[in-house]
């Protein structure tokens, strides 16, 4: 089966942060995620990854103000300073953690940033990313996210959009992150999708749809698509990145003996 990894940013968050590697351990994973390490010093996580034997799969460049709603700043042409500054935090932490991939939130369109300017200075900034991370063997990840219940005006709201981007910038490093959740909702059709997507693909995340919750939630039939997973070849991570709908524990019957 595929090589399964925890987001610690939506499971085990009965306790705090630090104490999640050690849960996501105990519970059988060997690797690890989170939206975001810039809040901790990265000598603290790095030694929760190496006490808890972890690998540290995947986390996002910074986003801009999160909680004042942003999503992601690499489509904003006045940011671009703010955006390569964070790709050298990312790139900070990457080292220290052992990460070898990043994934750019691409962020939402203001209304008044044209199309055109938005898409430019989106492949502009990917394509400066993707040359300082392959000088650090760091892939750069681009995730879609759908539009229409999650992230209304995010740019990269389709797995068509991400590949026009890959193919414009151009870059041996960038890499598509398909998030069966998202793609659910803006595209169905999941196994073949990935399939045909399979070249492209760095890294991919799930939960059920709808509500995000854990696998026999909503309407994914789980089981099938991880043995596609595993039957195309696919040898990445594919991450847990949902919200239990009681205890983390109790969620992880999808998780039964493939540890």
């Given amino acids: ?27 059988g994973f ?24 972890l690998t540290q799969v995947l986390f996002n460049l910074p986003p801009g103000n999160w909680g004042a709603g942003e999503r992601g700043i690499a489509c904003l042409p006045d940011r671009v300073e703010e955006f390569q500054a964070g790709v050298d935090q990312a790139i900070d932490y990457a080292r220290a953690l052992g990460c070898r991939q990043l994934n750019c939130l691409a962020g939402l369109k203001p209304d008044h940033v044209s199309d055109d300017i938005a898409w430019q200075t989106l492949v502009d900034n990917v394509g400066w990313a993707a040359a300082r991370l392959a000088d650090e063997g760091i892939t750069l990840c681009l995730e879609a996210i759908n539009s229409r219940v999650d992230m209304p005006g995010f740019v990269l709201d389709t797995s068509g959009k991400v590949l026009a981007l890959i193919e414009q910038v151009d870059a041996d490093n960038v890499r598509l992150q398909y998030d069966l959740y998202h793609m659910q909702i803006m595209e169905g059709d999941l196994v073949r999708s990935m399939e045909c997507l399979l070249p492209w693909i760095g890294h991919i995340q799930f939960a059920d749809n709808p509500g995000r919750h854990e696998p026999g939630t909503g309407e994914i039939n789980f089981s099938n698509v991880f043995e596609a997973i595993d039957a195309m070849g696919y040898d990445g991570w594919v991450s847990a990145e949902y919200r239990p709908t009681g205890a983390t524990g109790d969620s992880l019957g999808w998780f039964a003996g493939k540890v």
């Avoid at 610690?8 to 351990?25: G, I, N, Q």
């Avoid at 690890?32 to 034997?53: C, I, R, T």
């Fill in 1 to 27: 089966m595929p090589r399964f990894a925890a987001n610690l940013s939506m499971l085990f968050t009965e306790v705090d942060f630090p104490e999640r590697f050690a849960m996501a351990r105990a519970a």
């Fill in 30 to 53: 060997e690797g690890v995620e989170y939206l975001f390490p810039y809040a901790y010093p990265k000598e603290l996580l790095s030694q929760m990854l190496n006490d808890n034997k």
